[in-house]
């Protein structure tokens, strides 16, 4: 017979919760499941599900998750008034190419017969453009401060006013994701409508001018001054709630 006491999780939380102890969290009698499919539907009011954003975290394949991205797909989706599924994928050394892109290919997958835009921050948008590339085409992407080419040869990483993003960082990020694989040829054909927001001022500036520059599918919108994912100041920072504004009304009238 299992003796109860305190080693019996559950019957303590309640001994708490009967003594007025509510500082436990309910969540922590269990622990994390390992080895599950994570993904985050935001429903804003009125929305249905035949139009669906598929939001793809950045975090140069070494960070990033759909704690970090919440709140920023959160803010798009209210402004696009679009369901949205914002997907976790692994990260490097555990996973590395084609591991990411199999991951998110699988959930668009999933979404087969609804009309979805794919929408991504960084990395995020390298796997957009690689779930495009891959095909069937979404219906259109939305893409902040794209990472497009994974040889960082853009002259604008030897500028001085990015602080963080340097071309030596960005090599060590693109090498580790790819793991010796060769970085594969930027190939636009076939791109849907597609809107790109990058900062004046950071080190991926040129690599969202080269998407441009490839394809008249693009659309580019420069914000002077800002760096870097800007977007995620969403709520506190006026040219950050602009930028959302802007992104939802585009998608707003593209889907």
Do not use: K
């Not at 559950?10 to 390992?34: F, H, I, M």
Request: with cysteine; charged share 20%.
């Amino acid at each position: 017979m299992v003796q109860l006491g305190v080693t019996d999780l559950n019957r303590l939380l309640w001994q708490e919760r009967a003594a007025g102890d509510t500082s436990r969290p309910w969540e922590s009698l269990s622990t994390e499941p390992v080895g599950l499919r994570e993904e985050l539907w935001l429903h804003p009011a009125g929305a249905d599900d035949d139009r669906v954003l598929l939001a793809i975290h950045g975090g140069g394949f070494v960070s990033g998750s759909i704690a970090t991205h919440r709140r920023m797909f959160g803010h798009l989706a209210l402004a696009a008034g679009i369901s949205t599924v914002v997907v976790e994928y692994g990260l490097v050394p555990s996973h590395v190419y084609p591991a990411q892109l199999d991951q998110v290919s699988a959930v668009y997958s999933r979404l087969a017969g609804r009309r979805v835009a794919l929408v991504g921050d960084s990395c995020g948008a390298t796997l957009a453009l690689g779930v495009a590339q891959r095909g069937p085409a979404p219906a259109a992407m939305v893409l902040f401060s794209p990472w497009v080419d994974l040889a960082i040869t853009g002259a604008s990483y030897d500028t001085p006013t990015d602080p963080f993003f340097t071309r030596e960082l960005c090599r060590g990020l693109a090498s580790a994701y790819l793991s010796g694989a060769p970085p594969e040829p930027l190939d636009v054909s076939g791109l849907p409508p597609t809107y790109v927001q990058v900062g004046g001022d950071e080190a991926l500036l040129d690599d969202a001018r080269l998407l441009a520059r490839s394809s008249p599918a693009v659309e580019l919108d420069e914000f002077p001054g800002q760096l870097h994912t800007f977007q995620m100041a969403a709520g506190r920072s006026p040219i950050a709630d602009e930028a959302i504004a802007r992104a939802g009304q585009w998608l707003r009238d593209r889907l």
